[in-house]
């Protein structure tokens, strides 16, 4: 699965349903999963969403997040 590394650019923050929160802070350096797409294992993905990888994964929408630099590339396929 190719990640990035994306600087978020505003704070945001969600709790579900069992109370975990996933908070991500302004001027911190997150790795995220591709837009619109998600692990194999874990939350699924949401339209216009990136998976944050941190102590609770979940779905921040991209508008939170610099454009990012790869940090794992895509599995070859062929």
Request: overall charge negative.
């Amino acid at each position: 699965m190719q990640t990035f590394r994306r600087i978020c650019i505003d704070n945001y923050s969600v709790t579900d349903n069992n109370g975990n929160t996933l908070s991500v802070k302004k001027g911190k350096e997150y790795i995220t999963s591709e837009i619109n797409n998600a692990p194999a294992v874990g939350p699924s993905s949401v339209k216009n969403h990136v998976i944050v990888f941190t102590n609770v994964w979940g779905p921040v929408p991209i508008e939170y997040f610099s454009a990012g630099t790869e940090f794992t590339p895509k599995e070859f396929e062929g």
